[in-house]
Nanobody
Framework: QVQLVESGGGVVQAGGSLRLSCAAS????????MGWLRQAPGKERGFVAAISWPGRNTYFADSVKGRLAISRDNNKNTLYLQMNSLKPEDTAVYYCAAVRGDSDLVYSDPSTYNYWGQGTQVTVSS
């Protein structure tokens, strides 16, 4: 079992930045591939970014490439999402998620993940 708790959400103006964190507890964090996903009102939960368990591989949705960065600190059991040049369309609840990773893979399908945090709201005003 892995417990995930997100933080760092808030209200920011378009063009601004936020840094989300996801603190993990329970089983060995370093053996889990991680992802950030988001859900806007009236929309399905969608993929944002992913990172492999060693942290060597990352993958981003086309809509956020060049603006967001994902990283992890396995010594601190923490996942990060640095969000720059934010747009109103980035407004959503952001979730971190985990799946046991036995190789240096990343996962973009939300159904792949079997542990989820409670989410943190990000609101970007125009």
């Amino acid at each position: 079992q892995v417990q995930l708790v997100e933080s760092g959400g808030g209200v920011v103006q378009a063009g601004g930045s936020l840094r989300l964190s996801c603190a993990a507890s329970g089983r060995t964090f370093s053996r889990y591939a991680m992802g950030w996903l988001r859900q806007a009102p009236g929309k399905e939960r969608g993929f944002v970014a992913a990172i492999s368990w060693p942290g060597r591989n990352t993958y981003f949705a086309d809509s956020v490439k060049g603006r967001l960065a994902i990283s992890r600190d396995n010594n601190k059991n923490t996942l990060y999402l640095q969000m720059n040049s934010l747009k109103p369309e980035d407004t959503a609840v952001y979730y971190c998620a985990a799946v046991r990773g036995d190789s240096d893979l990343v996962y973009s399908d939300p159904s792949t993940y079997n542990y989820w945090g409670q989410g943190t709201q990000v609101t970007v005003s125009s």
